[in-house]
């Protein structure tokens, strides 16, 4: 079992340019969510899916969106990149939402210039 | 905002020491939970506390959970310079389908 995976794992954007952040998870699990975490902070959840589709806000959703394409992958979407998205944002699953483990991707590392 | 506040933010001890690390919060919650961030990493779940718990045991890990201080702490006895790392601990909100992290504390073992 992969786990839950994360593709690019690095980006650089120029402000304006859009781009899809994709994650993936193996485990069959119900709920998925997305986060960014910047330098001194912990993670902030930006989009969640509790369940294949239904999606709610997090936090921070503002200049994100996602789609829950199906049960195994959950996707996040920058329409209009900012330098404020400059941050590494992580994916993560859990078989119940909220309640229980977590299991987080690799992460990827996003530049807006 | 956050519910989960980290102390202290940053830790620094001797291999063979153990290192105690406090998670204070504001509203009721279901569980808590402790995740290990190694450095440029996803988080690793370590240990979760239920509300009606208040110790829990995991290898060199021990929890405790007060839920009338909401605060939690997170103890590992006998660290390694592997335990070198960013600890979060987490918490899941009462009612709500959503964990939220703290700040996290910085963990330096030094061999």
Request: aromatic share 8%; net charge positive.
């Amino acid at each position: 079992n992969a786990g839950v995976t994360q593709t690019p794992k690095f980006q650089v954007l120029k402000t304006g340019q859009s781009m899809t952040l994709q994650c993936a998870q193996d485990m069959n699990h119900n709920s998925m969510y997305w986060y960014r975490q910047d330098p001194g902070m912990g993670l902030r959840l930006i989009y969640y899916s509790a369940s294949e589709g239904t999606t709610d806000k997090g936090e921070v959703p503002n200049g994100y969106n996602v789609s829950r394409l199906n049960k195994r992958e959950f996707s996040l979407r920058l329409e209009s990149a900012a330098p404020s998205q400059t941050s590494v944002y992580f994916c993560a699953s859990s078989e119940v939402a909220g309640l229980e483990t977590q299991y987080f991707g690799p992460g990827t590392r996003l530049l807006v210039l | 905002s956050q519910q989960g506040e980290e102390d202290p933010q940053a830790l620094s001890i001797q291999e063979g020491e153990n290192a105690t690390m406090n998670c204070s919060y504001k509203t009721s919650i279901n569980n808590l939970q402790w995740y290990r961030q190694n450095s440029g990493r996803g988080l690793v779940h370590l240990i979760l506390i239920r509300s009606n718990e208040r110790e829990k045991h995991s290898g060199r890990l021990r929890v405790t959970l007060d839920t009338s201080k909401k605060s939690s702490s997170l103890l590992i006895t006998a660290s390694r310079a592997a335990d070198t790392a960013s600890y979060f601990c987490a918490t899941a909100q009462s009612n709500t389908d959503k964990l939220i992290f703290g700040t996290g504390t910085r963990l330096q073992v030094f061999p």
